[in-house]
């Protein structure tokens, strides 16, 4: 089993910035991929930042030049530094990663945390 545990949500007033952290636990070979997803009221869940199987990174277009990402392999560990932040940016951002167990990947979910950008 793998837990993901985020941090670093909250109340920003736009033009701020935040930091989410994100650290993967629990029992598995590896992490394939790693990111970050939000999901805002009425929205479906999209792509925010991630990590690929391939080490690459993906970014959302409305969050490239303003967000980024970066990760401790040492400690299973995700961040997003959030920078220049737009109330359109308001949403629960969820951590995601593909993690390996027993040879078979499998898909985890972290808990979620807010993120509201005040006007």
């Known amino acids: 089993q793998v837990q993901l545990v985020e941090s670093g949500g909250g109340l920003v007033q736009a033009g701020g910035s935040l930091r989410l952290s994100c650290a993967a636990s629990?029992?598995?070979?590896?992490?394939?991929?790693m990111g970050w997803y939000r999901q805002a009221p009425g929205k479906q869940r999209e792509l925010v930042a991630a990590f690929t199987s391939g080490g690459s990174t993906n970014y959302a277009d409305s969050v490239k030049g303003r967000f980024t990402i970066s990760r401790d392999n040492a400690k299973n560990t995700v961040y997003l530094q959030m920078n220049s932040l737009k109330p359109e940016d308001t949403a629960v951002y969820y951590c995601?990663?593909?993690?390996?167990?027993?040879?078979?990947?499998?898909?985890?979910w972290g808990q979620g945390t807010q993120v509201t950008v005040s006007s």
């Open positions: 629990g029992t598995f070979f590896s992490i394939n991929a």
């Open positions: 995601n990663a593909e993690a390996v167990v027993a040879k078979i990947p499998y898909d985890y």
